[in-house]
């Protein structure tokens, strides 16, 4: 029983992640009506900005916090110069274009801060285990993701639902057109919006850096995993990319700890251990093409 | 017509020139590994050993100067493989050397000891095929075939007396043949064998919660190069450090010691070479590195300067005519040179015949992390493929 709320707790901390990440894209790409592929890079960039900023103030807190700002302006920055001259083109443009920017921010990466890894400690107060139930630990930064995580995913619905911009955001998912219409800023929501993403997906991650290692490309693999997730949950919408980034993490989860044991009932004990990675590998993808049968649009899309 | 004589006339003469400046020409070496990415401190370490080795050797083989031209396999067998293609074909290198992972030599293998008929000296990777049935006279190891190292350790274990282990290691050519080698010795219980997904699972939550339930007497190991030091810190964020040791090959080095720190510190490994171990040819290469360096080397390093010196003691006993590669290949299956492990001889399937230590992870008086050797966990080892091979 602890076994099980352990492993789940682990689904959930991969999953926060994960939202935090699909949660930008899946904005630009419902109010935007863009593709951005280099969404990834800005995970990467976040995180690279948080080992600088975290060697500067030798603090993980205050690099952390610091580093935010400074990846929503790279994410201003890079909607000024680049993306704003895509929105009028079609998908394929835009999949180039920002396909460029990920070779660009690669090598930015490398010309900057050099060609090897590098890596952020977890901070010393958080580096031990806390007991989540009374002789159940549970490492205390992994506990650490999933309250930041959950504290970014109500903020986030907060902002969506309630608040001005929250409701010119909502507007822009479903008529973009007629928002433009009625007067609305379009330019400064969609810089604004954009920004937003890249700090979430600064947050992400600069979070995921003292699990695993600051590295080129490290946005590149689970790019692929957030743009799953905002198919599954429809596109444009916040609900449904935290629906689906919790039944991934819960998946990947499963997987990897409850696989290999319901394949051994069957199959030989190594050929178990060797399929079960290659298998939860599959299921995410025979997921959301289920859920594409079922529901085109994705659990919450919007029905066109 | 007239023009068309001229041509040739001129090809002619320039082939006729051109014959003897070959003959002149330097040696060329080849060099695979990862330079970039996550991985490439493995890399640089490998580079660093190899131009240690050339300035050994006064940057001549057999009286002639040798250049050395590194490629980048961006830790992708795709990669690996054009590079390869394109050192043999284009470049015409005489020997090619380098390959960190299993996965990447087994992609460029082919185009190398078949298609391009060089003579190639894996530095690291020993996938199980080419020490078997995949075997080749044009393929040298200066390193070890992947299941050897943890049967050493697991030889260990058994004397150690740990009754139960739990294994976790990356689906990949070398993971699972590093499984395999430590299942071949190791007598206690398997408790469970976990394969994670290669390389981009850097999260070991789920495979750590399943260890602490499963309470091991030990938990094994095979994370090369930045998945090492990610693993290590996860298992002390985990708690788990304080109650099931860690026991591993190629996870706890001098690569990934600086980033795992303290953490490392009193954890066991297996290998055929480590920093301390006796003989002027080793002495001479550590402290010159650590000279010029400031850091310790690793085995990988170890492995591509023996890689260097291996040609340099062919080519010297041909005096610098690699022509005939019949020759060439009897002399270097003589392994006629110091190694810094101490000497070796070659196995049928050109892996050597040798030696494996126990190390641990320990801080040097200076408090820089390092390994030193504990025991010698079994004496001229052979590989278990060995047999499969068809040559003599």
Same mark, same amino acid.
């Given at each position: ?5 352990? +492993? ?85 443009? +835009? ?64 902002? *969506? ?42 947050l992400a991650g600069l979070m995921a850096a003292p699990i ?34 919790? *039944?991934?993490? +819960? ?39 289920? *859920? ?9 899309? +919007?029905?066109? | ?33 990862? #330079? ?33 031209? %590194? ?23 005489? #020997? ?6 299993s996965n990447v030599l087994l992609a460029s293998l082919k ?35 992947? =299941? ?23 689906? %990949? ?29 850097? =999260? #070991? ?38 109650? !099931? ?7 706890? =080095? ?41 850091? %310790?080397?690793?085995y990988y390093g170890a492995q591509s300067y023996d890689a ?12 610098? =005519? ?14 006629? #040179?110091?190694? !810094?492990?101490?000497?070796?001889? %070659? ?30 966990? !079994? ?14």
């Open positions: 029983m602890e076994y099980l709320l352990l +492993q789940v707790l682990n689904g959930v901390q991969l999953g926060l992640l994960m939202f935090l990440l699909a949660a930008g894209l899946t904005l630009t790409l419902g109010i935007m009506d863009l593709v951005n592929l280099a969404h990834g890079s800005l995970y990467m960039i976040g995180a690279y900005i948080a080992w600088t900023l975290i060697g500067v103030t030798d603090s993980f807190v205050l690099g952390a916090l610091l580093a935010l700002p400074a990846t929503f302006l790279v994410g201003v920055a890079v909607e000024i110069v680049v993306i704003r001259r895509l929105y009028a083109r079609d998908h394929l443009t +835009q999949v180039l274009a920002t396909f460029g920017l990920i070779l660009f921010f690669n090598e930015l990466v490398r010309a900057l801060w050099g060609p090897g890894g590098k890596s952020i400690a977890v901070p010393t107060f958080l580096n031990r285990t806390i007991e989540i139930l009374p002789g159940v630990p549970y490492p205390a930064y992994r506990f650490a993701i999933i309250v930041v995580g959950a504290a970014v995913a109500i903020l986030l619905a907060w902002l *969506v639902a309630r608040t001005r911009l929250g409701m010119l955001i909502r507007a822009g998912a479903s008529n973009r057109r007629m928002i433009g219409a009625l007067g609305v800023n379009i330019e400064l929501l969609f810089s604004l919006v954009f920004g937003l993403g890249a700090v979430f997906a600064g695993a290692s600051v590295r080129i490309g490290m946005g590149d693999d689970i790019l692929i995993l957030a743009l799953v997730i905002i198919v599954i949950g429809g596109i444009g919408s916040i609900k449904g990319a935290f629906i689906a980034a919790m *039944v991934v993490g +819960q998946i990947d989860i499963v997987g990897r700890a409850f696989l290999p044991d319901m394949l051994k009932t069957f199959m030989s004990s190594s050929a178990a251990s060797s399929a079960a990675p290659a298998i939860s590998q599959v299921l995410v993808y025979v997921l959301m093409a289920a *859920v594409l049968v079922w529901r085109p649009t994705g659990l919450f899309g +919007q029905r066109t | 017509m007239k023009n068309r004589l001229f041509g040739t006339a001129t090809i002619a003469a320039a082939m006729a020139l051109g014959l003897p400046a070959m003959a002149q020409s330097p040696i060329k070496v080849g060099f695979v590994s990862t #330079f970039s990415g996550p991985q490439a401190a493995i890399g640089e370490d490998m580079r660093r050993s190899v131009e240690l080795a050339k300035e050994h050797l006064g940057g001549k083989m057999g009286g002639k100067p040798f250049e050395i031209i %590194y490629e980048d396999d961006q830790f992708k067998p795709d990669v690996g493989k054009a590079r390869s293609e394109k050192l043999v074909q284009q470049d015409k290198v005489n #020997f090619i050397s380098g390959y960190i992972w185009t190398v000891v078949d298609e391009g008929d060089t003579i190639l000296i894996s530095a690291n990777a020993g996938p199980s095929a080419i020490a078997g049935e995949l075997c080749n006279k044009n393929f040298f190891s200066t390193s070890w075939q992947n =299941d050897q190292t943890p049967m050493a350790m697991g030889d260990y274990l058994n004397t150690k007396g740990v009754k139960s282990l739990y294994l976790v290691g990356p689906n %990949y050519a070398a993971g699972k043949d590093m499984l395999a080698g430590v299942k071949r010795t190791y007598k206690g219980k398997i408790v469970s064998e976990d394969f994670t997904k290669w390389p981009d699972q850097l =999260d #070991f939550s789920a495979e750590l919660t399943k260890i602490a339930a499963a309470k091991p007497d030990g938990i094994f190991i095979f994370y090369p190069g930045a998945h090492g030091v990610q693993f290590v810190k996860q298992w002390a964020q985990s708690g788990l450090n304080k109650t !099931v040791p860690l026991y591993q090959v190629f996870s706890i =080095d001098a690569i990934t010691l600086p980033q795992q720190g303290d953490l490392a510190l009193g954890t066991l490994g297996a290998q055929e070479w480590v920093n301390d171990l006796p003989g002027e040819a080793n002495k001479k290469y550590v402290e010159d590195f650590k000279k010029k360096h400031g850091v %310790y080397p690793s260097i010196m291996l040609m340099a003691s062919a080519a010297d006993a041909l005096k610098g =005519d690699l022509s005939n590669k019949d020759k060439v290949r009897a002399e270097m299956k003589k392994a006629n #040179f110091k190694s !810094v492990r101490g000497d070796f001889k %070659y196995g049928n399937n050109n892996f050597p015949i040798q030696n494996f230590y126990i190390q641990e992870a320990v801080k040097d008086p200076q408090g820089m992390m390092t390994v030193k050797t504990i025991a010698t966990a !079994v004496k001229n080892a052979v590989d278990p493929f060995a047999e499969k091979c068809p040559m003599k």
